[in-house]
Antibody, heavy 125, light 108 residues
Framework: EVHLVDSGGGLVQPGGSLRLSCAAS????????MSWVRQAPGKGLELVSS????????NYANSVKGRFTISRDNSKNTLYLQMNSLRAEDTAVYYC??????????????????WGQGTLVTVSS | DIQMTQSPSTLSASVGDRVSITCRAS??????LAWYQQKPGKAPKLLIY???SLESGVPSRFSGSGSGTEFTLTISSLQPDDFATYYC??????????FGGGTKVEIK
């Protein structure tokens, strides 16, 4: 059974940094693309970033490009999201998600077949 | 970006009802559409992919249909566990994925 455990969220001041982690088990982690999807309080879902199975390709939403960095450690079965220069509008629950891609190497056309439980990031002074 | 519009935004129904939710795309997405269920305080759960393919383990009362720009999620007989918010998501565009705004199914 696929199991994804998100952690690392918390309260941070505007301009601050935070690193999220997602520990994966129950599947061959190094064979799958992974993503972070967020949900602002009372709002809908937004794809933040995706990474290929080997970390060689990444993509980002325009809203976080240049501020967030996705990475993975396949030896530890762990996905990361480094978030810098945080803004109030980044406040959300962040979910990691096991990602299904349509074509090898294409991270733009994906869906998500398993999700972590989410970790709350609050950006406020 | 491709815009995804769900209707209705809220749906009131009773246990046993047949329920349908519509998702419209601003341009054709072929059959590259997924549906998710989300309960309060929980992560979304994949129900349907490629417009009509049922994800493993999902009850057969859920079905999806449509292609191009108009899609439907149908629950044939609403069960107490089905009261939740449902989201569609397109994954056809090289510009990236987009989600619909959600449809909350509540008890009548």
């Amino acid at each position: 059974e696929v199991h994804l455990v998100d952690s690392g969220g918390g309260l941070v001041q505007p301009g601050g940094s935070l690193r999220l982690s997602c520990a994966a088990s129950g599947f061959t982690f190094n064979s799958y693309a992974m993503s972070w999807v967020r949900q602002a309080p009372g709002k809908g879902l937004e794809l933040v970033s995706s990474i290929s199975f080997n970390g060689g390709s990444t993509n980002y939403a325009n809203s976080v490009k240049g501020r967030f960095t996705i990475s993975r450690d396949n030896s530890k079965n762990t996905l990361y999201l480094q978030m810098n220069s945080l803004r109030a509008e980044d406040t959300a629950v962040y979910y990691c998600a096991k990602t299904v891609i349509l074509e090898a190497g294409d991270l733009s056309r994906v869906n998500f077949d398993s999700w972590g439980q989410g970790t709350l990031v609050t950006v406020s002074s | 970006d491709i815009q995804m519009t769900q209707s209705p935004s809220t749906l009131s129904a009773s246990v046993g009802d047949r329920v349908s939710i519509t998702c419209r795309a601003s341009q054709s997405i072929s059959s590259w559409l997924a549906w998710y269920q989300q309960k309060p305080g929980k992560a979304p759960k994949l129900l349907i992919y490629k417009a009509s393919s049922l994800e493993s383990g999902v009850p057969s009362r859920f079905s999806g249909s449509g292609s191009g720009t108009e899609f439907t999620l149908t629950i044939s007989s609403l069960q107490p566990d089905d009261f939740a918010t449902y989201y569609c998501q397109q994954y056809n565009s090289y510009l990236g994925v987009t989600f619909g705004g959600g449809t909350k199914v509540e008890i009548k």
